[in-house]
């Protein structure tokens, strides 16, 4: 197993990810810190103090962890900035396996953000952690080919993409390492959308960012969800200019328009922007209109719009 240092050169990350992938699920404690943010030093007093995990050791002592482990470190890691003790995270995490942890903890307000995350996951994790963009690009594509579309968006891009983004809250992900892992998801969902194969008469969707919005994941993730129902998708990338929404929905007559806000900025940058849409999806009540994102969510609170449908149930707007 090929142990990933910081000053490693690409070709030798790579090669330790070859390597690694002939070992599915198992770590050295290095790669652990890489993918859960917690210090070496923090690991090892955890397993010495709390028993938090017991990793295995090789015969030269090193030790080695499982997915499990890592997916516990991230369970107490969670558990901890709930408010809890080490040693009580520690037994909530450990105790009655058929349990989730939410449920264990359901005393609190707060939800839990860690969520099990498999192998292809945890590796996507270090290997934005050490901006290697071939990795990533290689596990996404094993990823694809092991779980199928659906599956891979729901278990594997859904979760990196949520733990990228907890990360780099927490800065133990910095602002170049999660744009670059949006990065290489986004360009790798785009070459999938490419490819897919549709009949002339197919119903479209049209996708968009709203103007000054630049998080376009989410919305390719919606399209790809839309491509899978039967439908041909459209998008208009992030940040799109005054007027370009309008136009391309006057000029494809879609069934359904997607509008995707993850953060509040089109719209303080913008007051006037959601009754212009507005008022435009009245004047095309033959095409459904829906807002999404946890940016157009947050902004609506209290808010109602008379044309566009505002939700963040993929179910509704796919149905």
Not at 16 to 21: A, L, R
Not at 304 to 319: D, K, P, R
């Amino acid at each position: 197993m090929k142990v990933v240092t910081k000053s490693a050169s690409n070709t030798e990350r790579v090669v330790g990810y070859m390597n690694k992938d002939l070992q599915q699920g198992v770590y050295n404690i290095q790669q652990v810190a890489d993918i859960t943010g917690l210090s070496k030093q923090t690991i090892r007093k955890w397993e010495e103090r709390y028993k938090v995990v017991q990793p295995k050791r090789l015969e030269n002592g090193y030790r080695i962890y499982s997915d499990k482990d890592i997916n516990t470190l991230l369970t107490v890691k969670s558990l901890a900035e709930l408010g809890h003790t080490i040693k009580q995270a520690s037994l909530m995490a450990t105790i009655e396996n058929d349990r989730t942890v939410e449920e264990i903890s359901e005393g609190y307000s707060q939800q839990l953000e860690h969520e099990a995350m498999n192998d292809f996951v945890l590796q996507l994790l270090q290997n934005a952690k050490h901006c290697n963009e071939q990795g990533m690009g290689l596990q996404l594509q094993q990823a694809y080919n092991h779980f199928g579309l659906e599956k891979f968006l729901t278990a594997v891009v859904v979760p990196f993409l949520k733990e990228v983004g907890q990360q780099w809250s927490k800065k133990t992900l910095d602002e170049f390492q999660e744009g670059l892992a949006s990065i290489v998801v986004r360009d790798f969902l785009i070459g999938i959308r490419r490819n897919f194969q549709f009949q002339e008469q197919t119903p479209i969707v049209v996708g968009a960012c709203l103007p000054n919005e630049q998080h376009e994941v989410p919305v390719h993730i919606i399209l790809l969800q839309a491509m899978m129902k039967g439908c041909k998708t459209v998008l208009i990338g992030a940040s799109p200019a005054p007027g370009s929404i309008e136009a391309m929905v006057e000029k494809l007559k879609p069934k359904k328009v997607l509008l995707s806000a993850t953060t509040t900025i089109p719209f303080t940058k913008d007051p006037e922007l959601l009754d212009k849409l507005d008022h435009f999806a009245g004047e095309n009540k033959a095409i459904e209109f829906y807002l999404g994102g946890a940016g157009s969510i947050e902004f609506m609170k209290g808010r109602i719009l008379s044309n566009i449908h505002v939700t963040n149930e993929i179910e509704e707007v796919l149905q």
